[in-house]
């Protein structure tokens, strides 16, 4: 392999196999991180109105269930008013309150593979890609936009995860905060 | 299991085993996240002197090698002075040039399993968890701390992969920038 190091000045064009390749990997990721973990880790968060790693889980299966490939197939239908439905960043509260982290994560991994199968079925082309919706919040969007923002948000949770799992030591660090700047991390809540 | 949820305010006393339960992990979850991964998302950065995520997992095995194991044992020598060696941030530069992410990420997960079996062969008592040592630019810290912060440490990297990866998609995802603010996060290097 060629070493080579871009930085992000240059970012990368969205590139149907690459976004595939990191949606398949994120069940495996969160089974890593959180399989079988102690709850002193799994339901800990940031503060008030923030996620702890359940809840996190929870909200991925959300978007697997109402979110991406829904707003997808929208696209694809192509109405003369594709407009997505609004979604709901805390459907997840009252749908899993007496589930396990365990079953959480294997759905998770079960809905995110059927989905990609989906996304596979489609053969999508360029053209296709290019195809616009209406989001609730944004306005116009493309096929291609909402799929980059997929693989966003699964890592932005990822991030997220092992930021709230990294704050449960906050204070056991002791001197090292300075230097271990994750624990003092996004002191607000936003997003 | 019973369902709770902590805020960050209260947040966990050192626990050696819930330690060790999250050090264990990182291999797997680097593999999970980086395994036969597109040089595009491993090679790629945050911009200058930044880290790609081919660059942490090089970071961390230099931390396998060079810091809290050694450091531990410099602290439980209990020498009339016990100070850390300084800690070369960009060892793994040079290390690395010519490795490939698979290999390192081998070599990461039998150094990390190594060291764990060190760490669990000391059966390390709370007396011995108080012990101090010296740190070069931060002074007194105790075994404790140190490894509390080896799990902050692994905690904060992961949490830097995803992010760099998300970046890549930072003009990919379009009007979507401002509901991910991963893509936007910590424009200048901080740790």
Redesign the interface.
Known sequence: ?????????A?????LE?SV??LR?TP??L???LGD?????S??????E?F?PFDVVGHLIDGEETDWIPRAGIILAQSANPVFEPYDRFRHRARN??R??ESLLAEFAELRAANLIVLRSWHLTEAQLDLPGV?P??????L??LL??W???D??H???V???????????????AP?????T?HPTP??
Chains 1, 2 share one sequence.
């Open positions: 392999m060629r070493v080579f190091s871009m930085q992000c000045e970012t990368m064009q969205f590139h690459r390749d990191v990997r495996g990721v089974g890593a991180m973990i102690d709850a002193a880790w339901r800990t968060n940031e503060g008030p923030t702890s309150a007496k396990s982290l989001h919040g944004l306005g116009r969007v493309t291609r936009q980059a923002a693989v966003v948000h890592l932005g990822l991030a997220q092992a930021r709230v799992m990294a704050k449960q030591y906050r204070d056991a660090i002791g001197p090292w230097f271990l700047p994750v624990v991390d936003r997003s």
